[in-house]
Each structure stands twice: as structure tokens, then as C-alpha cells.
């Protein structure tokens, strides 16, 4: 079955020929367009675009399903690569907390936070685990997303940890887009075990049997102070790689916490947060192939320094962006107004945030292949706007819905005109 695409005001993050590349430095400002443009797309994949201008036609209008994009943009689906999207309940209680003055580490030292939503978790069966995850699935893919990454990580113990992997490979199994799954078991310790007993249970029973069920793509540690150190976190993906479990972190969000140096040692696929960086770690980025990946929403919602993105890309570094979507420290996947943020407080231009959105973030999930551009050959997972009167308005319309539709493998999986 053949679909088209017709009246779009512009294809944006279109590749030719060009190999999948990272983008970095002034490239991440850069990205090819066709003006008044169509799409063609079969089984899925985009097998071919140009202008309404040169449009070659139909052989046969029966057999093609019409897509009219009445003037929007195309742009390739969001490649959310690092989300929590997987928890139980929420934590309004302790942004209050945090209002009136308790900062999130105190919040974490009281027992809150991640262990808080670790206890709903051991408390809530994987069914009910998993409508509740699929409802911020579903809402994440009506506002754009394509590709997501999902981490583990509020188990803190070998039944639940599995228990959400589970959840995940669930969404993986039950939903379109490309999903991919990471063991963060190191996320904090939990209560009434010592630190080093739990890190053996992780590299002894965790690891091994999450290897065995093959529940997981990577392995990520919280690195950070009051979580787990340079040397643990060595230790911990150390174990995950002998199981070809590669590595992502979460380094630098609290701290210099050492967390970019490890990720760099280890060629972490990628070091994730970064709001402390200094230019002695930029230059260690630069030199390596650990892509780093900024979350902006967690530092407008916990009210942090902002990581240095500006000082990166003039270092020729790549940056994907993602949401970070967690009860704790950002409740929302909302790729759209991570993008503004990127805008408004890294100062990144409204086409260096979309690239780190798309192509960066596919890169990030090891997607580039199949995901991040629209060029002939990947998946037909699109955004088609509404009738907004620029690019630049998407980052501009702070909080505000651009998305007409939704395609995912070629199909249309949402349309704010039918069911919204
Ligand atoms: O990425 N930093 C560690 N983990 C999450 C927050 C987890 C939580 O507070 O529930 C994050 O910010
Ligand atoms: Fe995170």
C-alpha cells in the first residue's frame, strides 16, 4: 500500500545521500529543506520525496491513501533518547516540598524521591504498571515522538527492577514507534542494604539475568554525589559490557561528579544531563565518541544552572536533546517545549535544538539508520504541523500544540482534527 503526502509548506531535516551523520559544531545549525513539498511512503518507509512543482503524478488514485498536510511542515519525529516513563504515581507533594524551600537532594536524603516512587512501585502489579505507562506513551507520541528510550530504575530490587523491564519490552511489543530499554538499577540505594551490597547484587543477579531474559539495550548509572561514585560507576558498567550492555550515564546533573570522565573511558554511548561542565570536560568530550545529551527540562523544573550548551557547540561538539520524563525531576516528555527551552535558556537556534531533537537523538538510541531524517529508506515516522508560519515558530509558541498530525510507519496515528 502506497501513501503520499501533498501540500507541505516545507520538508525539514531532510538528508540526501549523505551518511547518517552526527550533527556537530555549526553543522548542528544546518539541515536541508524542499520548499512546497510531497512524500511518498510504502510499506513504512519513505521511499520518495521533491516539490508539488515536479510531482510525478498517480498511477493509480485507488490504491494510494492521501495525506494532505494542508500546508504544514514535515519534520522527522522526536528521538527521545533518555525518559523514565515507566513509574508509578507521582510526586506532586514534594515539588510543593521543594517550593517552600527543601532542595532535591534533601528531598532524597528524607526518603523522598526516588525512593518514594521506588516504594509505589513494589506496591503496583506489572498490569497496573503498565496502563499507567502506557497512557504517557500514548500522549508522548500525539505530541511527536517517534523513538524513545526507557529506563528501569525505580525497582531497586531484582523483582521489580525485571518488573519494569517487562513493562517496557510490553510498550516495545504493543506500540509502533522504536522503543529501546535501559537497566538503571544504580539509580539510588535502597533503604536497610549497605551500598557495596547492593552494587554486588547488581553485577551478580541483576546484570546476568537481565542479559539472560534480553530485557535491555544499556546500562545506566546515576552518577552523582550522593548516589554512586566515579569508581562504582566504573565497576557497575564494567559488569554490564561483559553481557553487551553498553553504557549511558547520568553524570554532572548535581555536580562535577566525575561522571564525564568515566562516560568518556568507557565510550559510553552517551553522558546525559550535564548541567556542571567545565571546559576541562568539554575537552575530553571532544575527543571521544560519547554523545552529550542535554535535558532541559529537568533544569527549568528543579531550577538549576542550565548545562553549558552554547561553550559545546562552539567546541564542535554534537548535543541531542531529551525530556528526561520522570515523576521527580521533569513530569513531562513534551519534546516540543524541550525545544524551547533549549532555545530560550542555552540560547541553541530553533534548527540546532530541532537536530538535536531528531537526528542526535537517534544517534543517541543508535537509531541513525532508521530514524532522525527524512531520507529515502528510513521510517516514514513524521510530525506534520499545523498551518504555523514559520520554523522558528515551534521553539517561539512556548507551550503551545504545532502538531496536526502524527505518522508513524507510514500511517496516520493521530490527527488533533479527529481525536483530539
Ligand atoms: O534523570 N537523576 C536521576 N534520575 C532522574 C530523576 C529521578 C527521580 O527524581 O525520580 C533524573 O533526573
Ligand atoms: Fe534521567
Given at each position: 500500500m502506497k501513501t503520499i503526502i501533498k501540500n507541505i509548506k516545507e520538508i525539514i531535516g531532510v538528508s540526501l545521500n549523505e551518511k547518517n551523520e552526527l550533527k556537530k559544531g555549526k553543522k548542528l545549525n544546518e539541515t536541508s529543506i524542499i520548499q512546497n513539498g510531497w512524500i511518498t511512503i510504502e510499506d513504512g518507509l519513505i521511499v520518495d520525496f521533491g516539490t508539488m512543482h515536479d510531482w510525478p503524478g498517480l498511477d493509480n488514485?485507488?490504491?494510494?491513501?492521501?495525506?494532505?498536510?494542508?500546508?504544514?511542515?514535515?519534520?522527522?519525529?522526536?528521538?527521545?533518547?533518555?525518559?523514565?516513563?515507566?513509574?508509578?504515581?507521582?510526586?506532586?507533594?514534594?515539588?510543593?516540598?521543594?517550593?517552600?524551600?527543601?532542595?532535591?537532594?534533601?528531598?532524597?536524603?528524607?526518603?523522598?524521591?526516588?525512593l518514594n516512587s521506588a516504594q509505589l512501585l513494589s506496591q503496583t502489579s506489572e498490569d497496573d504498571l503498565y496502563n499507567?505507562?502506557?497512557?504517557?506513551?500514548?500522549?508522548?507520541?500525539?505530541?511527536?515522538?517517534?523513538?524513545?528510550?526507557?529506563?528501569?530504575?525505580?525497582?531497586?530490587?531484582?523483582?521489580?527492577?525485571?518488573?519494569?523491564?517487562?513493562?517496557?519490552?510490553?510498550?516495545?511489543?504493543?506500540?509502533?514507534?522504536?522503543?529501546?530499554?535501559?537497566?538503571?538499577?544504580?539509580?539510588?540505594?535502597?533503604?536497610?542494604?549497605?551500598k557495596s551490597k547492593y552494587i554486588s547484587i547488581i553485577i551478580n543477579e541483576m546484570i546476568p539475568e537481565i542479559a539472560k531474559q534480553k530485557i535491555a539495550d544499556y546500562i545506566d548509572v546515576f552518577c552523582d554525589t550522593g548516589f554512586f561514585t566515579p569508581k562504582e560507576t566504573e565497576k557497575i558498567l564494567e559488569a554490564g559490557l561483559k553481557y553487551n550492555l553498553k553504557p549511558k550515564i547520568h553524570a554532572n546533573e548535581l555536580d562535577f561528579s566525575g561522571g564525564i570522565e568515566v562516560g568518556v573511558k568507557m565510550n559510553a554511548v552517551s553522558v546525559d544531563h550535564l548541567e556542571c561542565t567545565s571546559e576541562k570536560q568539554i575537552d575530553l568530550l571532544k575527543n571521544s565518541n560519547t554523545?552529550?545529551?542535554?535535558?532541559?527540562?529537568?533544569?527549568?523544573?528543579?531550577?538549576?544552572?542550565?548545562?553549558?550548551?552554547?561553550?559545546?557547540?562552539?567546541?564542535?561538539?554534537?548535543?541531542?536533546?531529551?525530556?528526561?520524563?520522570?515523576?521527580?525531576?521533569?513530569?513531562?516528555?513534551?519534546?516540543?517545549?524541550?525545544?524551547?527551552?533549549?532555545?530560550?535558556?542555552?540560547?541553541?537556534?530553533?534548527?540546532?535544538?530541532?537536530?538535536?531533537?531528531?537526528?542526535?537523538?537517534?544517534?543517541?538510541?543508535?537509531?541513525?539508520?532508521?530514524?532522525?531524517?527524512?531520507?529515502?529508506?528510513?521510517?516514514?515516522?513524521?510530525?506534520?504541523?499545523?498551518?504555523?508560519?514559520?520554523?522558528?515558530?515551534?521553539?517561539?509558541?512556548?507551550?503551545?500544540?504545532?502538531?496536526n498530525k502524527v505518522i508513524i510507519n507510514g500511517k496516520v496515528y493521530y490527527d488533533s482534527e479527529t481525536n483530539y
Open positions: 488514485w485507488n490504491t494510494t491513501t492521501i495525506i494532505d498536510a494542508d500546508n504544514g511542515y514535515v519534520l522527522p519525529s522526536w528521538c527521545d533518547s533518555h525518559t523514565h516513563l515507566v513509574f508509578s504515581g507521582s510526586r506532586e507533594n514534594e515539588f510543593v516540598d521543594r517550593i517552600n524551600g527543601l532542595s532535591y537532594e534533601e528531598i532524597a536524603h528524607n526518603g523522598g524521591g526516588i499507567q505507562s502506557k497512557v504517557r506513551v500514548e500522549e508522548v507520541i500525539r505530541m511527536g515522538t517517534g523513538a524513545l528510550e526507557i529506563k528501569s530504575g525505580y525497582g531497586l530490587n531484582i523483582n521489580d527492577e525485571i518488573k519494569m523491564l517487562h513493562v517496557i519490552q510490553k510498550i516495545k511489543n504493543n506500540y509502533p514507534i522504536e522503543i529501546k530499554s535501559t537497566f538503571l538499577g544504580a539509580h539510588a540505594v535502597p533503604k536497610q542494604i549497605s554523545i552529550p545529551t542535554l535535558l532541559p527540562g529537568t533544569a527549568f523544573f528543579l531550577g538549576l544552572e542550565y548545562p553549558p550548551a552554547k561553550k559545546m557547540i562552539q567546541s564542535n561538539l554534537p548535543i541531542a536533546l531529551a525530556s528526561d520524563y520522570n515523576p521527580g525531576s521533569c513530569p513531562s516528555g513534551n519534546m516540543a517545549f524541550m525545544i524551547s527551552l533549549a532555545c530560550i535558556k542555552m540560547k541553541m537556534n530553533p534548527i540546532e535544538a530541532i537536530n538535536a531533537a531528531t537526528i542526535n537523538g537517534a544517534h543517541a538510541m543508535e537509531l541513525e539508520n532508521q530514524l532522525g531524517s527524512i531520507k529515502r529508506g528510513k521510517k516514514a515516522n513524521l510530525i506534520i504541523t499545523k498551518n504555523i508560519p514559520s520554523i522558528n515558530f515551534i521553539p517561539y509558541c512556548i507551550g503551545r500544540n504545532i502538531v
